[in-house]
């Protein structure tokens, strides 16, 4: 009932920030819209500019497609990773004002002299920045899913792009990046007293996106279904490890006394 109580006061809180949520629309918005408006772009763009996208030959789901809908296709699967920024991006933000910044607002000590145990009081700011970090993610994938059916020139380039790898990256690996994320704000709220700089030192988790991006871009990695499991696995025992360290390095008493 504890963590209940403190899930939903979080929320509350979090529905008054205007510029908050402006923030946490923003990124999804974004992400779903940029790639489905390149795919639109390159539908009826000129074969001698499409022609040089093929360099993913390697891809099975890409055999026998004319130059149009390579590049759709092309474009379209490099793009939806970045889908899954928006778990990382948002559950950053939301752990960041949850705690750094309700640290910053003298707001968030009340709470940590009350007999709450740590456990439960991080495990509903954890549910506070996980549930709609990763519920919109989810949303936004629904939602770029349509726009890709809707605008792909053929049912090929469709499941080219929303293909099974990807929708298990998505569903599995979703939580995981988001629950990194708001461990390692966890483990330096009691360290900085600033949201900016909790969100900058969270988004070292984009990082490892960034560079299956670019392999995948470059065509050196092509991403399937038995390599997107063995990633949720790792990032699975990651983010268990992170929360457990996170745990450990929350300093209750450092944010009771050394208020600066």
Request: glycine content about 6%.
């Amino acid at each position: 009932m504890k963590i209940l109580a403190i899930l939903w006061k979080e929320w509350l809180e979090l529905r008054r920030e205007r510029s908050l949520l402006i923030s946490l629309f923003l990124p999804p918005l974004l992400l779903t819209l940029m790639p489905i408006g390149i795919m639109i772009a390159l539908r009826d763009a000129p074969d001698d500019d499409t022609s040089k996208l093929g360099i993913v030959l390697a891809d099975p789901t890409l055999a026998g497609m004319n130059t149009a809908d390579l590049g759709q296709a092309v474009m379209g699967k490099q793009f939806s990773l970045l889908m899954l920024l928006t778990p990382v991006l948002l559950s950053g933000i939301i752990a960041a004002y949850s705690i750094v910044g309700e640290k910053t607002g003298r707001t968030l000590e009340p709470l940590l002299a009350t007999p709450i145990k740590t456990w439960e009081l991080l495990l509903a700011k954890c549910l506070t920045a996980l549930i709609p970090a990763v519920g919109t993610a989810w949303v936004s994938a629904a939602i770029f899913a349509i726009g890709v059916g809707s605008v792909a020139n053929s049912p090929q380039v469709a499941e080219a792009v929303l293909n099974p790898a990807w929708t298990t990256v998505l569903i599995f690996c979703s939580p995981s990046l988001a629950l990194i994320a708001i461990a390692m704000c966890v483990a330096i709220s009691s360290r900085v007293n600033d949201p900016r700089t909790a969100q900058q030192i969270t988004a070292v988790a984009i990082i490892p996106l960034m560079a299956i991006f670019f392999a995948q871009m470059a065509g050196a990695l092509v991403l399937n279904v038995p390599l997107a499991l063995g990633a949720a696995i790792v990032l699975a025992l990651i983010a268990a490890g992170s929360l457990w360290a996170a745990v450990q390095l929350f300093q209750r008493e450092a944010i009771l006394t050394r208020w600066r």
